[in-house]
């Protein structure tokens, strides 16, 4: 067979796009990301604060974006869609159709002089139609990439933004191309699409101005939003000091919008009303809702929160309609509450709107050839996830059915290990690599500085004057060449600049122009091919930071650009050639545990030709699969367990170590050392951790004092085992919540309602005259679990609510066990005389997950689960670079979770292992060994415990001083900035160049 | 600089990834504030050493803008929280160099504060104008 | 560009001690001194003109004023001057009569005594105001104070303003190698201006080419031109430029900068003026009567060529239908030339049918495929096969033609043409006239064509079975014309034809001074009119050419290049094509070709453009003056 | 009472109109005196900002005089001094002033007779609706304000500068654009910039709400709200205070200070 293509299409360009297409090129494969939109970004973009952290989406997704739209081996392909594929898995021909941008991707700088004069004006569809944007705009000024758009529907054709840009960018006539594109394997990541809520019309969405979509609302929330952030009402303007979230607006709603729950909307309500009572402390939000679905890690904290810190008022109550006063445009929501309809007035009303297949999935089903489930989202197995039904095409995110970011992300990463799986021997076969000529020695040079000063078309040159800045420029120490540019950014500016750096023999580049996060790396790049070191490069920000903040003072602007360049001509002078350290890599795995994550991430990763180490302290495969017998599907778990076993023991990549505890880890990304029990060691250069998690064992409710209390696994496996006869034992009980939810774990187990739900089905398929009594706080089936639990109902499973305050009361009967219970509804006293009683019980980390934290010094959390990097962007992955994490490890999850993860942490795993070398930035920490006279006050401020005191012998005596381990090292500078002895510094961000920048600041040369 | 109206000048440190990001924002918002400030961008608020700031102060600087992430987004875990704790050694050092506390100020902006940069700029800028020029200018 | 000449302002003053340098407005520098003319009793008889020279001495920055008889008289005049002079008058004002007739003269008198003209104002009391309040002398009064006072409030916001020289290049640039081009080249290369003629074909002649007979003609089509076309190839001031286009053009009236591109290299040539005769292309009726579908219906222009190239296949009864495609049946315009071809063809047909049809030794051949020139020109568009049979040309009987020409006015317009149409009568040819509503229908039959028509005086349908149907098609514009328009930034019309300025008095002309248009180009014409717009055209153009230079207007549009952005709205609003893109993106006025009329000014979004002694703090200093009321 | 004296300014191009008032005179054509002629080269000359600021400063009729259709000396200035005055008069509408006030007349230089008979009967007109209220009433002054900033707009300028152009020679992609396509484009430009710059001139001096200004505007409290987020987004706009839970706006003036 022909070797695969060593390339993959990405198609969706949203976080779970964006993370795929990451982990792909990082690990030595060429990606095109297809995008339909102009932009990438997805839903997340639009985003304001994230839950549960309340980090800003934007600050945290931005790094993302640029990388995305940066990296050498992603080839963006914005408003494009696909047309058709030939092919099978491993070489794959796609048709993609790319729709006029009218706007040149190469010249377009992204100044927006284009939309600031553009005549029309339309409807601002990224602002949910909350305000206008041009004719011609960019999605949101963030946008990757950062190139503006034509919207032929709306444009004129005036023609004025022709005249407008500098760049010449614009190409009215450009018309649609066809592109053929070669792929080895294909990821899905199309994101979802909203409900129209307008369906129910009994909430009066589109005709009563004050009632919102929950993405309207975000949009409100934004500070990029309409308003800047202020939440009004459309109506009048004023701040709404009552607001009414009603939940499950299209979700759990088999009627007129989806029968599934979009396992969401609970928590980005919570989100959303916590924040808007941040902005304006007068907002008294309130949540009608069915059940409150906090069902992810730390979830239920932030929903304890809403209500306790925020004064979140929660009704449980399906709203049955709004009605709008037309005076003043105030809602009113009739709703039931104990067992009376009561009316009430809120100022207004947010629409917690489903989330929906993705507008584009049946043509993309067609054309690309694989299945939908009935909801429209991808059909895929559970011991599948990732997989379509079409062999070399996976999906990641919300496509797969509706989830958070974390799970989005997760699932990204394993999306892309599974397209990586395909195509695994053509690794580094399309990427590429750039070449540079060698670097000029410059250590033995004075400074000869070059500064470019760019008008940015008129961006700069209409408020600062640009040749007296060059001017000035020239009369500045060390500084041998000034000139001014139109746009330096631009392709033929960045040759000049080329032949400038060698003409004029320079060795240190200033360029005054717009941002450094955003344009440093492409003047770093031109410099490395001029020969320079890239770290003789400086910015001097005097756009962004002034030309566009100062449009009125054009003197001042002058001046303060004139200052700026100062600055950093004083700083550049002193600037150190760096080079990045580079370590080699152990292209092996270890694995520690081998339940069903570790065991799918260590055959993942061997699949992927990596050798890898299992390690699992029982006797045998397979962790807590072994005691599931049945599943919510036809599949059998028990003998996907065996399969699952086998292709770990076959794979001769995989080395196992059952049996086997380790004794310690030593070393870093790229190169650790662990040593077992009994003195083994191992070398591998990354960790996955999927040590799993263990059941509870409850105390209450009779349990352990009577044999007819059991935990629902327990109740399984002796289902299972024939010990229970349904016949006899015909009322079943069962108590959600046992040992979760309360005080002392106060967060949710996120899998027993659907565990129990589950369980109850099976009773009734084995008995259908069973009476089965489901006793619960909130009935967490979220997702396509929702089904079920309709299921369940229908087929008479009764569920019953109770609260903190009336816990269900179990005591020995007569005739078995009697439960009574205050049903909180009816407000009566309901007793079931129970023949079994089983509780859904919590899952707990491993016991010793303190030991594996300490040995590979990664954080827990206040629950001893693994603590994640980043509970967002970074949901399998640790602070310590090089170690991962996956399956009940980090939290509850169910059997497809738990493989999506670690099929994630395979691919991000692969990124490290693929490469030969790790490189590490060079602008961390340094130890200046004569300064430093071991006080260690640096050390506790790293956060990267990155730092550690050593002593040695110098001249005859003991010196202490600080070690810096390079590769823990980010170079954040809490220690230089400590140090009371000037010991240890950051480069390229020394206290003489941060102190040369304040001299030429004040003037003080 | 003659006797009309006294211009403040503020020395500004930003960390990279919300600040600087914040500051730039107000950029492409076009949001304006008074053009008193001089950027320095730093990778963390943790990385200014106190020194840095002092050294500002002494040699003529009229105020110090230090601006960081908010904490628990910041990029370095929590630099920002060390940058915090610092600050109170700086406002203690000020009183020593006979500084008012309004030179120094210490702000959380992130990426998308473009708004609140400018008003910090512009209150600082208008609270300095009041105090009127540092002790230390020449 | 070439470095516009040094202003002509009062040369002979070089040498002396230059006047006093105006005053910057609004400094206290001014000093305005204000005319006032009785104008005999013109004014005088209805303007209490001694009291609005009081009335005027109270302005600001007024420091002179007094009464004239006739200012305008030889004494008037030198009042003027001496005052100027004596009190070091930096603006004038004249309250007289019409600057419409009268301001050349007073301007003439500033600058002899040293005044840039343009600091001069007028204030008509005469024309617009005693004249026309002549029973109420107070009101007049007030009204001529006003004016006087809204004049000084301009006065003091005036400039000074240079007036340019532009040299012109004596060199023309013809865009077509047809008769209209032809004809233009050869009289402008006569009036030894250096002509370079641009034909995008290979041959010279253009659509003329394609004709065999010409009307009125002794000669034929070929016969006709090929003098023509050797004068232009061996003119010494002529060059040719075959297979041919013109890649870009900029600049303005005098100094055009034009790429030719030749095969694929270009060339810079410089020009003064240039001339359009990119000419005209006959519409094909895809679709319309059979065309296209049988062999035996053609376009006139093919018939022609059917017949000069002795292809002619045996025909006796032959169909003419005019109007095919134009008149509204797909362009809206009558294409002017088509009946007097039409008849001239079927005349050729009747006097020379023996000879056509006679035993000369020539193939008789299919028409639609055999013919080369018809075959390729068809191909592209055939769209429907070709019925089995069709086009087997019948055996026609010697004798005479049977020409029917369906027509739906016959426009033989002018003397000339009407005399060749009574000869088609005596001919016999039958004229038989249709309307929109019932045209005519073509269809296979047999080996004939079927014309099937409804008979306008029978009131009845009939069947006429023809051996060959000619569609008379109208002249279209090329395609390419839109893409001319846009490099030399002069109209077209709706149908693709060059717009002239003004449809009666510029016919020729366009609004960007130096551009001109003849022939087909702006519209169906015959070789006559062609030729004769051909010559026109090199007249016009001659005229800057033969003098030199051009007198640039003093009063321009002006762009502060600081404020504008180049959005390019006012380049949309200038009729004359003055304004252009600098190189940096910011719009620029070409003095030579601004004529003043501030219509940029007046829509620019920027607000960067001045439209020089016409501000708008002037007109609204003006404004704000009569808003005032008397003090 | 004194008697009315209307105050008339007449902007009449060089080459036809004011030729034409000459020729009244010339023919001893009598006319009331209350009109004041400023000539122009063009009558494309004149800005649509400078009638409306002659109006807000107390004009009381305002006559421009052209060419005829078809015989501008500059060939096609007339047919945009069209264009500008209807956006004069869309203006006036909005702001509340008689549109009446302002009139448009082609007069050839052959026409002096109709010269006379217009400006007769024009500033008989303007004596029948009596003095401009501008200035009197402060709500007028205010919105003859806006309108005089709506007419300095880029946006309304340039679309008004390219409107004869994308009628007659077409857009950029080719495509002709109707007189009524044109201006009904033109119309929700001057509808947007005028309410807009109606809110800047209004929180210019005092705070007010979004309720308040749609009751100055005369506009629904929805589309204010639309505008202040329009008028926020390119920072001219800034919450002042909030009073309860009403947000008070206040216009930013451009630049730092």
Same mark, same amino acid.
């Given at each position: ?1005 | ?7 403040? %000048?503020?020395? #500004?440190?930003?960390?990279?990834? &919300?600040? $600087?990001?914040?500051?730039? *924002?107000?950029?492409?918002? +076009? ?33 110090? %803008?230090?601006? #960081?992430?908010?904490?628990?987004? &910041?990029? $370095?875990?929590?630099?920002? *929280?060390?940058?915090?704790? +610092? ?52 | ?631 | ?257």
């Amino acid at each position: 067979m022909a070797e695969p293509v060593g390339a993959v299409m990405v198609i969706g360009g949203g976080i779970s796009g964006m993370q795929s297409s990451l982990d792909l090129a990082n690990s030595g494969f060429k990606v095109y990301l297809v995008e339909r939109g102009p932009s990438i970004g997805g839903v997340m973009s639009q985003l304001d604060k994230t839950f549960p952290t309340n980090d800003c989406a934007m600050c945290i997704m931005a790094p993302k974006l640029v990388e995305t739209g940066r990296h050498e081996n992603i080839e963006l392909i914005t408003n494009a869609e696909v047309e058709m594929i030939d092919g099978r898995a491993g070489n794959f021909l796609v048709t993609l159709k790319k729709y006029p941008r009218r706007i040149n991707e190469e010249t377009c700088t992204g100044c927006g002089v284009c939309a600031e004069k553009c005549p029309t004006e339309a409807i601002d569809e990224f602002n949910e139609g909350l305000k206008h944007r041009k004719a011609v705009y960019v999605r949101y000024p963030q946008s990757v990439p950062l190139v503006y758009m034509i919207d032929r529907e709306k444009c004129i054709g005036c023609g004025i933004c022709e005249g407008e840009c500098k760049a010449g960018a614009i190409e009215y006539d450009e018309k649609e191309k066809i592109l053929e594109i070669n792929v080895g394997s294909i990821v899905l990541s199309p994101g979802s699409s909203k409900f129209d809520p307008s369906v129910r019309s009994e909430y009066g969405y589109g005709i009563f101005k004050n009632v919102l979509t929950s993405l309207e609302f975000e949009r409100m929330l934004s500070a990029t939003g309409p308003h800047l952030g202020t939440v009004v009402r459309p109506s009048d303007g004023d701040i709404p000091k009552k607001i009414a979230w009603i939940q499950c607006v299209g979700s759990r709603d088999k009627a007129k919008g989806n029968s599934y729950c979009s396992a969401v909307c609970c928590m980005y309500s919570l989100k959303e009303a916590i924040i808007a009572k941040e902005h304006f402390q007068g907002i008294e939000p309130t949540i009608f809702f069915m059940d409150m679905r906090a069902y992810g890690k730390d979830f239920e904290k932030y929903y304890i929160r809403a209500e306790d810190e925020a004064g979140v008022r929660f009704v449980r109550s399906r709203v049955s309609g709004v009605e709008e006063d037309p005076e003043t445009k105030d809602l009113t929501v009739s709703y039931v509450e104990n067992g009376e309809v009561v009316d009430e007035t809120f100022n207004m009303v947010v629409l917690s709107i489903a989330m929906n297949a993705p507008e584009e999935a049946e043509i993309l089903s067609h054309r690309l050839g694989f299945k939908l489930n009935i909801h429209k989202f991808v059909k895929a197995g559970l011991f599948e996830p990732l997989d379509t039904t079409k062999p070399g095409i996976f999906v990641g995110g919300a496509f797969a059915g509706p989830k958070d970011i974390p799970g989005t992300v997760a699932e990204a990463s394993g999306a892309a290990a599974r397209a990586a799986n395909v195509i695994a021997t053509s690794r580094d076969s399309l990427t590429k690599k750039k070449e540079y000529p060698a670097e000029i020695d410059v250590s033995e040079q004075e400074p000869r500085i070059g500064v470019f000063v760019c008008h940015c078309g008129i961006n700069i040159g209409s408020v600062v004057d640009v040749p007296a800045v060059v001017e000035y420029a020239k009369t500045l120490p060390n500084v041998v060449y000034a000139d001014e540019n139109l746009f330096t950014c631009s392709d033929d500016t960045q040759t000049k600049m080329k032949e400038i750096i060698n003409e004029q023999k320079l060795n240190r580049v200033i360029v005054a122009s717009c941002s450094p996060r955003t344009h440093e790396p492409l003047f770093q790049e031109t410099c490395r091919q001029a020969g320079l070191n890239q770290y003789l490069f400086e910015m001097a920000n005097i756009r962004d930071q002034c030309s566009w903040v100062h449009m009125h003072e054009k003197e001042e602007a002058t001046e303060k650009s004139k200052d700026l360049v100062r600055m950093v001509v004083a700083k550049s002078a002193l600037l150190d050639p760096l080079q990045k350290s580079k370590l080699p890599v152990t292209k092996s795995a270890l694995v520690i545990g081998g339940g069903l994550s570790g065991m799918t991430a260590a055959s993942g990763l061997a699949d992927q030709g990596f050798d890898v180490h299992l390690v699992e302290r029982e006797k045998e495969l397979g962790g807590n699969l072994r005691r599931i017998q049945h599943l919510l599907s036809d599949v059998d778990p028990q003998k996907k367990l065996e399969e699952i076993i086998s292709k770990v023991k076959d794979n001769p990549k995989v080395n196992l170590h059952i049996g086997s505890k380790i004794e310690k880890i030593e070393g870093r990304i790229g190169n650790f050392t662990t040593t077992l029990e009994g003195g083994e060691t191992i070398e591998h250069g990354v960790v996955i951790v999927a040590t799993g998690g263990v059941e509870h064992k409850p105390t209450e409710y009779l349990y352990g004092e009577n044999p007819n209390v059991m935990t629902q696994l327990e109740f399984e496996e002796k289902l299972t085992k024939g010990e229970i006869d349904l016949e006899k034992s015909n009322k079943i009980a069962m108590i959600q919540c046992v040992g979760s939810r309360n005080e002392e774990r106060p967060n949710c187990s996120r899998i027993c309602c659907s565990e129990a739900v589950k369980n109850a089905l099976k009773i009734k398929e084995k008995n259908p005259d069973a009476e089965v009594y489901v006793l619960y706080k909130d009935i967490r089936t979220y997702g396509f679990n929702e089904d079920y639990f309709q299921e369940a109902s229908e087929k008479g499973v009764l569920f019953v609510r109770y609260d903190d305050d009336n816990t269900p009361i179990v005591n020995p009967g007569q005739n078995g066990l009697e439960i009574t219970l205050k049903d909180p509804v009816l407000d009566e006293v309901l007793r079931i005389n129970a023949d079994l009683l089983i509780l859904s019980v919590p899952v707990l980390p491993q016991p010793d997950s303190e030991d594996v934290g300490r040995m590979l010094k990664v954080p827990l959390t206040k629950d001893n689960f693994f603590l994640e990097a980043h509970m967002k962007l970074r949901p399998v992955d640790f602070a310590t670079e090089g170690v991962f994490l996956c399956g009940l490890a980090h939290g509850p999850k169910f059997v497809d979770e738990s493989i999506a993860q670690a099929c994630g942490a395979v691919a991000r795993a692969a990124t490290v292992l693929s490469k030969d070398e790790i490189e590490i930035e060079p602008t961390i920490s340094h130890v200046v060994d004569e300064n430093c006279d071991g006080c260690a006050y640096c050390i506790e401020p790293c956060p990267y415990d990155a730092i550690t005191l050593i002593e040695y012998m110098k001249n005859g005596s003991v010196k202490k001083t600080v070690d810096v381990d390079e590769s823990a090292c980010k170079g954040c500078g809490c220690c230089q900035a400590t140090c009371p002895k000037e010991g240890i510094f950051i480069w390229k961000f020394k206290l003489d160049q941060l102190n040369a920048m304040i001299d030429a600041c004040l003037g003080v040369a | 600089m003659e006797e009309q109206e006294y211009e403040p %000048l503020i020395v #500004g440190f930003l960390c990279n990834w &919300c600040s $600087y990001a914040g500051a730039d *924002l107000a950029g492409t918002s +076009r949001i304006q504030y008074p053009p008193n400030i001089r950027v320095i961008r730093v990778m963390c608020s943790g990385m200014v050493h106190p020194n840095l700031v002092i050294n500002a102060l002494t040699k003529g600087a009229d105020g110090v %803008l230090m601006c #960081g992430c908010h904490p628990g987004d &910041c990029h $370095y875990l929590e630099g920002n *929280l060390i940058a915090e704790k +610092r600050a109170e050694a700086i406002d203690l050092m000020l009183e020593d160099f006979g500084l008012e506390p309004e030179r120094f100020r210490l702000e959380w902006v992130s990426a998308s504060e473009g708004d609140k940069f400018a008003r910090v700029v512009k209150e600082m800028t208008d609270a300095l104008k009041q105090l009127g020029p540092s002790p230390y200018k020449t | 560009m070439e470095q516009p000449e040094q202003p002509a302002e009062t040369p002979g003053e070089t040498e002396e001690q230059p006047p006093e340098t105006p005053a910057e407005p609004g400094s206290e520098d001014l000093r305005i001194g204000v005319f006032v003319c009785h104008c005999g009793t013109n004014i005088g008889g209805f303007v209490d003109v001694p009291s609005v020279v009081e009335y005027t001495k109270t302005l600001p920055d007024v420091v002179f004023a007094t009464g004239n008889l006739y200012s305008c008289a030889e004494d008037g005049l030198a009042s003027i001057r001496d005052a100027i002079k004596e009190h070091k008058l930096n603006r004038v004002i004249v309250a007289s009569c019409t600057p419409r007739t009268h301001g050349p003269l007073f301007q003439g008198v500033c600058e002899e005594a040293g005044l840039n003209k343009y600091l001069f104002e007028f204030a008509n009391i005469r024309e617009q105001c005693s004249w026309v309040h002549m029973k109420e002398k107070e009101e007049a009064t007030e009204k001529a104070k006003d004016l006087v006072r809204s004049a000084v409030a301009k006065a003091a916001l005036l400039v000074p303003q240079e007036e340019m020289k532009v040299d012109v290049v004596p060199r023309s640039l013809v865009i077509g190698g047809g008769v209209a081009g032809l004809s233009a080249a050869l009289s402008l290369a006569g009036q030894r201006f250096d002509v370079h003629l641009v034909e995008k074909e290979s041959e010279l002649g253009g659509f003329t080419r394609n004709l065999n007979s010409l009307y009125l003609g002794e000669k034929s089509a070929e016969e006709t031109i090929k003098p023509l076309i050797d004068r232009v190839m061996s003119h010494e001031n002529i060059t040719v430029h075959l297979n041919s286009q013109v890649g870009d053009v900029s600049g303005f009236i005098g100094n055009f900068d034009t790429t030719i591109v030749s095969n694929g290299s270009s060339q810079e040539v410089k020009v003064g003026t240039i001339i359009i005769a990119t000419g005209a292309l006959e519409y094909l009726p895809d679709g319309l009567y059979g065309y296209g579908m049988y062999d035996n219906v053609v376009t006139l222009t093919e018939f022609e060529i059917l017949c000069k190239s002795h292809k002619l296949p045996k025909v006796n009864k032959v169909a003419f239908i005019q109007c095919v495609g134009s008149r509204g049946q797909d362009k809206s315009y009558c294409s002017r030339i088509c009946c007097v071809i039409s008849i001239k063809n079927a005349l050729y047909l009747t006097e020379k049918y023996a000879e056509l049809m006679g035993d000369d030794g020539a193939e008789r051949v299919e028409v639609g495929v055999s013919v080369p020139e018809i075959a390729s020109r068809r191909r592209r568009r055939r769209r429907m096969a070709v019925a089995e049979g069709a086009g087997a040309p019948a055996a026609a009987p010697m004798g005479g033609p049977e020409i029917t020409i369906f027509n739906r006015d016959v426009m033989t317009y002018g003397a000339n043409h009407e005399v060749y149409y009574n000869e088609a009568r005596e001919k016999r040819i039958r004229f038989v006239r249709y309307t929109p509503e019932n045209r005519p229908k073509v269809t296979q039959e047999g080996d004939k064509l079927a014309v099937t028509y409804y008979h306008e005086t029978l009131k009845t349908e009939r069947k006429l079975l023809a051996d060959m149907v000619v569609l008379a098609t109208p002249l279209v514009a090329p395609p390419d014309a839109a893409k001319l328009s846009k490099m030399l930034k002069v109209p077209i019309g709706r149908d693709g034809f060059f717009l002239e300025a003004h449809v009666k008095l510029r016919p020729i002309d366009f609004a960007t001074d130096g551009i001109f248009v003849c022939g087909t180009a702006r519209g169906p014409a015959d070789i006559t009119e062609s030729v004769a717009q051909g010559l026109g055209t090199a007249s016009r153009a001659a005229i800057p050419m033969a003098r030199g230079f051009i007198q640039a207007e003093a009063i321009l549009a002006q762009v502060d290049p600081q404020i504008c952005t180049g959005c390019g709205t006012c380049v949309a609003n200038c009729p004359y094509g003055a304004i252009r893109m600098t190189e940096e993106g910011v719009a620029e006025v070409l003095a030579a070709a601004c004529k003043g009329c501030g219509c940029c000014g007046a829509t620019c979004p920027e607000k960067a453009i001045t439209m020089m002694n016409y501000t708008d703090d002037q007109l609204l200093a003006q404004g704000r003056s009569i808003l005032q009321g008397a003090l | 009472m004194a008697e009315f004296e209307p105050k008339i300014i007449g902007f009449l191009c060089n080459w036809c109109s004011y030729a034409g008032a000459d020729l009244a005179g010339v023919s001893r054509y009598q006319y009331p005196p209350d009109i004041r002629i400023i000539r122009v080269m063009c009558s494309a000359r004149v800005d649509p900002m400078i009638v409306l600021t002659l109006f807000k400063e107390g004009a009381d009729g305002i006559l421009i005089g052209g060419c005829h259709i078809g015989d501008c000396h500059y060939i096609s200035g007339n047919y945009h001094t069209e264009k500008r005055v209807y956006v004069v008069k869309k203006l006036m509408e909005k702001a509340g002033l008689e549109v009446e006030r302002f009139r448009l007349e082609w007069i050839s230089a052959s026409e002096g007779e109709k010269f006379a008979k217009t400006v007769t009967e024009f500033t008989e007109k303007i004596m029948e609706l009596g003095p401009s209220k501008v200035g009197e009433d402060p709500e007028l002054t205010n919105r003859m304000g806006a309108a005089v900033d709506a007419s300095l707009d880029f946006r309304i300028r340039s679309l008004l500068g390219h409107e004869v152009g994308m009628i007659e020679n077409g857009n950029v992609y080719g495509e002709t654009k109707t007189e009524e396509e044109m201006r009904n484009i033109i119309d929700i430009a001057i509808e947007d910039e005028f309410r807009r710059s109606l809110i800047l001139g209004v929180t210019s001096s005092k705070p007010a709400s979004a309720k308040e200004l749609s009751q100055i505007a005369n506009l629904p409290t929805e589309r204010i709200v639309e505008h202040i987020a329009t008028l926020r987004q390119k920072n001219l706009l800034a919450i002042d205070h909030v009073d309860g839970m009403t947000p008070y706006y206040v216009a930013l003036r451009v630049g730092g200070d």
